[in-house]
């Protein structure tokens, strides 16, 4: 029976395992490895989880959940189906369809996992993430700190040589930094800070703010479908900036069509107020490792939302140094994760 490494996310959820001494990812939806970590109800049918229920996330949103990871630990309910549910429990959703994936995959049983946490992670909420694995039906005695497995996945890209490396995970709804030293084989988190309330929906929302503005549109205005069409489009915009210099955003509201232009210096100048946010962050952690600038030796991107180029731009004004991105930055973790499960 496999043990696997699962990086449950908040946008996004991925399975891998080891086999022929490295780490290989679980095809999730179709030759996708990423899994969205969205939950829908579908009335006659059940749940859905992933590629499916994210497509629902704008016709059907009353029965839709998606960013549930920020509130893992809390009491906070999601009505889907006349029924009220935990972030756990959706979270549980998400692990078994994994863990479905992997034993088709691999032909083979999977009882036990090695679940990735953010390093903020209370009691609490690694407590509910081990009930949601065991609710999926696996066992999860082993949690490994976010940014301890992007350390591991970095030295086993660049050697095991004595380093101080600044983990800067940027995701779709969460922002966590970490001080990592590593030495001999011990990766140790001297300090960690984040917001577990910044992630790229966040900038999704400040285009949505632009796009309104543009067009003389109140957000509370719109309907939620509108609403939603907007987020998706802001999304879309905001990826396509990485292989374009300008992205077009045209919706319907009522019976209108709405257009705006967004290009990379406008959404740099629209997320300022979150790189503000962010420079904060900076700050604190070098003051709580009580170190400069000058201590790291790299700066580590991980999140998909790390791989904006305006991210990156701001990052390399902060510090002055350019960032490592190892691979495809949403990955990462879910790497680290699966040489933990080879461990295992």
Known sequence: MAVIGIDLGTTNSLGAYWKDGRVQLIPMEGESFLLPSVVGYVEGEGFLAGAAAKERLIPHAGDTAA?????????????????AYTPMELS??????I????????????????????????????SDTRKAAQIAGLKAERLINEPSA???????EYGEEDRTLLVFDFGGGT??????????????????????????????????????????LKPEELTRQEQAGLRKRSEEA????????????????????????????????????????????????????DSRVSGIDDLIMVGGSSKLGVVKRFLRELLGKEPIVLGE???????????YAGIR
């Open 329 to 339: 930055t949403d990955k990462v973790v879910a790497y680290g994760a699966g040489v």
């Open 67 to 83: 960013s549930f990871k920020r509130f893992m630990g809390t009491a906070k309910e999601y009505h889907l189906g006349g029924r």
């Open 238 to 289: 905001k990826c396509a900036l990485e292989k374009q210099e300008e992205a077009a955003m045209e919706l319907t509201v009522g019976d209108r069509v709405c257009r705006a232009v967004l290009n990379e210096e406008r959404l740099f100048e629209i997320c300022m107020p979150l790189f503000g946010k962010i420079k904060q962050l900076f700050l604190r952690i070098l003051e709580d490792a």
């Open 99 to 126: 863990k479905r994936n992997a034993e088709f995959y691999l032909q083979e049983e999977i009882e036990e996992a090695v679940i990735t946490v953010p390093a903020y992670f209370n009691d609490k909420q690694r």
């Open 92 to 97: 549980a959703m998400i692990l078994e369809r």
């Open 175 to 216: 922002l966590d930094l970490s001080y990592v030293e590593c030495f001999d084989n011990v990766i140790e988190i001297i300090a960690v800070a984040g917001d577990n309330h910044l992630g790229g929906d966040d900038i999704d929302e400040a285009v949505s703010e632009y796009f309104c503005r543009e067009n003389g």
């Open 150 to 156: 992007a350390a591991l996945a970095y030295r086993r």
